[in-house]
């Protein structure tokens, strides 16, 4: 039996008819370093996908004993507190700064931030740019969706052109709202930056992907040679108000059209070449 | 220890050093640049970092994430970066994090700022004011016992008189009894335990059966353990000549020196008056003030500002006398609270007159003052 079909084009569940039979835990897929695997952000969001990378990257490099994550505010908060590697919580914004304390106070341990677009380039840009200018050895984790997703889909700063939000009805304009800042490109730019790349989550190929920048990132900080970033492009079909299977094209579409993925910097590794998977 | 000649910001960042601090960040803004400086030079010297912080705000997220490792951490500014910071200053307050807050202010338009928490939220600051250099460095030693003790940031208030006068002062590391191991403190080393630490201001406990936080919960016990400090912590103030007085004067801080003074010279021609100089700002030290102005005819308060602390003095005197505020925000041109009203005869023109505008058998004009 098709447990989907088609209305006006639409992909629709079926839900005319009971289910056979009840729902079943087949396998538990949900990563050691994460309590438990069930959440309540929204279907179709791409931040526990990039929540998950990110944990998986610290067990494979075997540093969950000296790891500690710093939070910034958003829905990825709702993980702050469901992960079994040491968490600090900062503020909407600051979590650049605090984990700059952390990482000073305690140069042994790793550490990274978990901040999305509203909270690190709204709400705290001069923050990630100065500890990226500082080359502090930390790693700084942006997810990035284009919108304050929390809030329910409201402009942010690195929303694209012609996306529709709350805030830019008719989508942003660029004389009327300004144009998207790409962080990560901005921040290659510093010195003090030795690992700058820029993932996705809307297909298991750029899953994987986005790993290997995260542990690439986490291995930069370990050699302590300057700080290293990832940006993650996430979905978030609730704050796009579109259909949840339609936000991993429409991030391709738009999001990813603008926000390159790729890696920008890599000072431990190869620089990387263009026209190859890790190039622009 | 042999004293040396000190400026207090001097003696402040060592009395910092000599209390364990090992994690300073700051932002310069006078008067509290001359701590900065300091601490930049000498921190290092000890093994601790100091952080020339790119804005107050990240200054305080930068001694917020040290303080969270459990290292003895402060930051501070004036009372308008401090303005900047109470954002965090609030959520590391209900994080329940020890770290000591400097303001070096300017005048003392901050009071309530310091004493009623100038952020979001239900949370209290203890806040000591020492009235010269040498208090200076005891306080700021008792303030890294209180904030280690009650998981909960202590401010030292300060002022310009304080940051640039010269002491001769001995900094001894002082014995306030053991501090509870911080054992809440992040090092990373509890991950894959199954039971991984959290510091947050939205709670203590890790998920596990349900989604997020219980924020009421949460809260609760958080004014819980405020009110267990308030408790505990002993109110300090300075009684000077109060016992026989008619008129008690409040002032604290360095204008508090000059009101001594004023005070003395009174005495001298045989008026009964008496100063209160209270020490921890909050918590205000109702009882001293109740004690000390109970045969009180009349009291005075002191403020280089539009009348800030006489609400508290109010509230401890209960209308049992008549309180006159004397004081006044006084700027020089240089902006950093110079207050030309802190001129001893000018005080004592002002006190004298409360006196005789309380009570006509008190002389309503001393001799010698203008």
């Given amino acids: ?280 | 220890m042999t004293p040396r000649l000190m400026e207090g910001s001097e003696a402040m960042a060592e009395a910092m050093i000599a209390a364990g601090c090992r994690f300073f960040a700051g932002y310069p803004m006078t008067p509290f640049t001359e701590v900065l400086e300091h601490m930049a030079r000498k921190l290092p010297a000890v093994g601790g970092v100091c952080m020339n912080a790119e804005s107050e705000i990240e200054a305080v997220g930068m001694a917020w994430g040290a303080a969270a490792t459990g290292t003895p951490a402060a930051t501070g500014s004036t009372g308008q970066g401090l303005s900047l910071m109470q954002e965090s200053l609030a959520e590391i307050t209900l994080a329940r994090l020890p770290l000591v807050v400097l303001n070096m202010a300017r005048a003392q338009g901050d009071y309530f700022q310091a004493t009623r928490g100038g952020g979001h939220g239900d949370y209290r600051h203890l806040v000591l004011a020492p009235g010269d250099v040498a208090e200076a460095v005891e306080l700021v030693q008792l303030a890294f016992h209180l904030t280690a003790t009650w998981r909960n940031p202590v401010l030292v208030m300060g002022d310009y008189y304080l940051a640039h006068t010269a002491q001769s002062v001995a900094v001894e590391a002082l014995d306030f009894g053991p501090r509870p191991e911080a054992t809440w403190a992040l090092d990373g080393s509890t991950g894959g335990s199954g039971h991984a630490k959290l510091v947050s201001f939205l709670g203590s406990v890790k998920q596990r059966d349900d989604v997020g936080y219980d924020l009421s919960e949460y809260y609760a016990a958080c004014a819980a353990a405020t009110q267990s400090m308030i408790g505990a912590v002993a109110p300090l103030a300075e009684c000077f000549c109060t016992d026989d007085a008619e008129v008690v004067v409040v002032a604290f801080g360095t204008p508090a020196t000059y009101v001594k003074a004023a005070v003395r010279a009174l005495r001298a021609d045989g008026m009964a008056v008496g100063l209160v100089r209270p020490v921890t700002l909050f918590p205000f030290p109702s009882d001293i003030v109740t004690a000390a102005t109970h045969n009180a005819r009349a009291v005075a308060v002191y403020e280089n500002n539009q009348g800030q602390m006489v609400d508290d003095v109010r509230l401890a005197v209960l209308g049992r006398a008549p309180v006159h505020f004397i004081g006044g925000l006084s700027l020089d041109s240089s902006g950093f609270g110079i207050a030309p009203d802190l001129d001893v005869s000018v005080l004592r023109r002002r006190i004298a007159h409360v006196a005789a505008t309380t009570d006509a058998t008190v002389p309503s004009a001393v001799p010698g003052s203008r």
């Fill in chain 1, 1 to 280: 039996m098709t447990r989907t079909t088609r209305v006006d084009g639409q992909i629709v569940v079926r839900t005319d008819h009971a289910p056979t039979q009840p729902a079943q835990l087949v396998d538990d897929f949900t990563p050691a370093l994460i309590d438990v695997g069930a959440h309540h952000l929204c279907p179709g969001c791409g931040e526990p996908i990039a929540m998950r990378a990110v944990l998986e990257a610290v067990a494979e490099l075997d540093v969950a004993r000296r790891t500690i994550g710093v939070f910034g505010i958003g829905c990825y908060t709702a993980f702050s507190n469901n992960l079994d590697v040491e968490v600090l919580q900062a503020l909407h914004g600051r979590a650049p700064s605090v984990a700059t304390g952390v990482k000073r106070a305690r140069p042994d341990t790793v550490v990274f931030t978990i901040q999305g677009d509203g909270d690190m380039v709204n709400e705290g840009l001069q923050e990630v740019i100065h500890t990226a200018a500082r080359g502090e050895n930390v790693t700084c984790v942006m997810l990035n969706n284009g919108v304050f997703g929390e809030t329910g889909g409201h402009m942010t700063a690195t929303t694209v052109l012609g996306q529709r939000t709350k805030t830019s009805l008719e989508g942003r304009d660029p004389v009327a709202h300004g144009r998207p800042i790409l962080l990560a490109s901005l921040l290659a730019q510093l010195d003090g930056a030795a690992y700058v790349a820029r993932g996705a989550v809307n297909n298991a190929g750029n899953v994987a992907r986005t790993k290997r920048m995260l542990l690439q990132a986490l291995r930069t900080q370990i050699a302590a040679v300057g700080f290293s970033f990832v940006e993650i492009l996430t979905m978030c079909p609730t704050g796009w108000f579109i259909e949840t299977q339609e936000a991993p094209g429409y991030l391709a579409d738009n999001l990813a059209a603008v926000h390159s993925a790729g890696v920008l910097k890599d000072v431990l590794g190869s620089p990387p070449q263009p026209g190859t998977e890790e190039g622009l």
